[in-house]
């Protein structure tokens, strides 16, 4: 037999195959319908019904956006800014490494975002968890702490230049700011205030280079890097004073409370 008649012999057996439930489906008589499963409605939100595949898909989005919120509604931005500017201050290259520092900036942003988180929880997701206010209560009484950690970090130049940019004049109070105008301004100050911290940290070290690159120069060692020889000096003087005891000390404390 011809292959070609071989594959229709086959893809007619299988359309038969295909086919044979339904035709005892239909030979066989009707019996009692079975009831229609329930539409199943876990939320509302604005007064309509929200399914439970929209709201899984919802917090998965919400569950996206947490390292952005992490970045910029937090103490992270200025933490990891002024580590990255010590490490690069003393001239160690990737030592400290990345994850090392990365770690570092986390769990010092957990302790001193800690109390805000405490007070957002215990005011407002604690009390909707028992049923005890609605959402959109909950959503300002937990986001009020948070608010108030932010603004107490924000100059008041940011704040009236990014006012300014979103066409608004002044706020009669701290509850009109707008979320992306507080936003804004608290990125920009954070900045600005990690650079200011980085520049007094850089200041000994670049002396220590000076001094060096004095001294071998006098010496006629030009073809030595400067760098080289004051790479130990840097460390032990950073030893010497405890330096990341210190370090880690004055950014905890460089945050204003809320």
């Not at 070609?4 to 359309?15: K, Q």
């Not at 038969?16 to 509302?44: E, I, K, M, Q, S």
């Not at 230049?161 to 066409?167: L, P, V």
Request: glycine residues 8%; proline residues 7%; charged residues 10%.
């Amino acid at each position: 037999m011809p292959r070609v008649d071989r594959r229709l012999l086959a893809m007619a057996g299988m359309l038969l195959l295909l086919l044979l439930p339904g035709l005892a489906l239909a030979a066989t008589p009707a019996g009692p319908t079975l009831p229609a499963l329930p539409d199943v409605t876990v939320g509302r939100v604005g007064g309509a019904p929200v399914s439970l595949p929209l709201q899984t898909l919802l917090l998965m989005t919400a569950i996206t956006l947490l390292p952005s919120m992490l970045l910029m509604l937090t103490a992270f931005t200025r933490i990891i800014i002024v580590l990255g500017l010590l490490r690069q201050a003393m001239g160690t290259g990737n030592t400290p490494s990345n994850q090392v520092l990365l770690g570092l900036a986390l769990f010092l942003t957990a302790m001193v975002m800690l109390p805000v988180w405490d007070k957002a929880w215990g005011s407002g997701m604690a009390p909707y968890l028992n049923g005890e206010i609605d959402f959109q209560t909950a959503w300002t009484l937990t986001t009020d702490p948070i608010r108030a950690f932010m603004l107490a970090q924000i100059r008041e130049t940011d704040l009236m230049t990014f006012a300014g940019i979103a066409g608004h004049g002044t706020y009669a109070s701290t509850a009109d700011i707008p979320f992306p105008v507080l936003t804004a301004s608290f990125i920009t100050s954070e900045l600005k205030t990690a650079f200011e911290i980085g520049f007094l940290i850089f200041i000994p070290f670049v002396i220590i280079d000076l001094v060096v690159a004095s001294v071998l120069m006098s010496m006629g060692m030009m073809m030595l890097s400067p760098m080289l020889v004051s790479a130990p000096f840097k460390i032990l003087l950073f030893v010497l004073v405890d330096g990341w005891v210190l370090v880690v000390g004055t950014l905890a404390a460089s945050f204003n409370a809320a």
